[in-house]
Nanobody, 125 residues
Framework: QADVVESGGASVQAGGSLKLSCGVSGYKYNIWCMGWFRQTPGKEREGVATFNQDGVRFYADSVKGRFTVDLYRNTTSLQMNDLKSGDTGMYYC?????????????????????WGKGTLVTVFS
């Protein structure tokens, strides 16, 4: 079982910026993709931004042009700019390794293998 640790969540005023960071250790197979998912009370965990080893980035429509995901070795970051109240939620870092099948989707929660405990982002106006 890999250990996924994310950080960087905070309360920020609308229009502000925040950067989340995440690292993974203890995994057995090569990392295929890493990324970020968001969950709010009563809703399913949704994909926000992911990045795979083919260099393909996925962004939810609601964050395109404002968020940037990066992947380097066993770390990923999420730069969030022009934050809106709708961005509020618990952000989870997730990892999929070759064990899940190389080249698969990384856009849905069910595609991912390992999860962090989450970091809370609150955007207030």
């Amino acid at each position: 079982q890999a250990d996924v640790v994310e950080s960087g969540g905070a309360s920020v005023q609308a229009g502000g910026s925040l950067k989340l960071s995440c690292g993974v250790s203890g995994y057995k197979y090569n990392i295929w993709c890493m990324g970020w998912f968001r969950q709010t009370p009563g809703k399913e965990r949704e994909g926000v931004a992911t990045f795979n080893q083919d260099g393909v980035r996925f962004y939810a429509d609601s964050v395109k042009g404002r968020f940037t995901v990066d992947l380097y070795r066993n770390t990923t970051s999420l730069q969030m700019n022009d934050l809106k109240s709708g961005d509020t939620g618990m952000y989870y870092c997730a990892v999929a390794t070759a064990a899940t099948g190389w080249g698969g989707s990384c856009n849905s929660a069910g595609d991912m293998e390992f999860w962090g405990k989450g970091t809370l982002v609150t955007v207030f106006s």
